[in-house]
């Protein structure tokens, strides 16, 4: 057995509180869990050396650091600092509940016992680690009819030594609406899992975000899974630089009918950082809708996996369902492992899937240097074209405001390395 996972196990069996049975429940199932190899598909491209290697065990405690909101978008601001949460806000708006996950006052104890692990797909190992060791997270309930004018933003921050398990929970009551953005930060040597699991009940409507923006020597692993209920709707967004590891794992079932799921992703990496996005949405119920599009450039040395899998179950009739991924290399030494999936069997329904991996065009490039345009500048205004479809469909403008501003410093280090290289060729 791996030594972290081992050690992993045997600090989640001194774990007991209120949340011990389900925490025993999935400490059963990792007991009969083999550790992952290049051999386990749904680990074939993306290597758990780089936590096999690391002890985190003497992690130093949580530094005072400052975790800036984001300019401009008033926001209910929860902050987690190496896994521990610093505040909840005291002015909550009414019909909003935030609770520490370790502090659930009783008369909410039994849907939370109901929805803990029970989004969540069994089959993630990781997730079934976070199950067994994360004691510190939130709950998070928006009562019926409650519409939120602010949106309710996590940040999670890791420091250098540290590791940290946190999961949230949200309910979102029938016709309520609410927007949720989990941010994940840090570039330090450091290890998080990171799990999320959403119940969206009948006309629930939720705008998602998760900006996993975690870099460099940070490890990180983590999901947002969702459960939709009859029409209710998911507008999703996922933004992912990619580090020494990172995964994260997205599932989305359509339990209700009417149900419409939006999915856009969007990861830039360089360097020889990693970044895996797994994907699976399951219709389970009829004339549901799925959109998922996801777009990704990769330079230098770094390596991108995606797998998206759309399953359409035998009473699904009428669904409709979209996968489009496409891929920028911007190196010869760059790396994409693509695998859409579509399994269906209804025989009423609209679906459709690809998957294209491409080099900039030259001709574009060379029509805009021809113009007068710098070299970088020419990169960038190429790069955002790429993705700036999906930038634009963000529904918050603040939000897509500083995404951009974001992205665009990372397109500008993406790119500072081939320059002096490609200019030689112009």
Known sequence: MNSWFGNALTRAEAIDDWLHEKRAASLALLRDTDWPTRQTEAWKYTSLKKLEQLDFSDGSPAPVIDVSPISGLNSINLVFIDGVLQSIPADLPEGLTIMPLAQVPDEHQPWVLDQFAGVKPQQHLFGLINDTLATNGLVIDVAPQVDLKHPIHITQTMTAGNEAHCRTLVRVGAGARVTVIEHLAGNQESFNTSFTEYSLATKA???????????DAALTIGGSHFNLDTQATLNSTIVGYGSDLARIDVDISHQGEGTLAKL?????????????????????????????????????????????????????QKTSAELNNRNLLLSRDAEVDVKPELEIYADDVSCAHGATIAEIDQLALYYLRSRGIGLEQAHLMLNFGFINELIDQIPNAVLADWLRQQLSGRFTRMNEIKHSGQEATQ
């Open 205 to 215: 409507e939720l705008e998602h975000y998760r900006l996993a923006l975690q870099s």
């Open 264 to 316: 856009d992703a969007i990861y830039l990496l360089d360097k020889q950082t990693h970044f895996d996005l797994h994907s699976n949405i399951e219709h389970t119920a009829p004339n549901g809708t799925s959109d998922e599009r996801v777009r990704g450039i990769v330079a230098d040395k770094a390596r991108a996996v995606f797998n998206g899998r759309i399953h359409i179950h035998r009473y699904a």
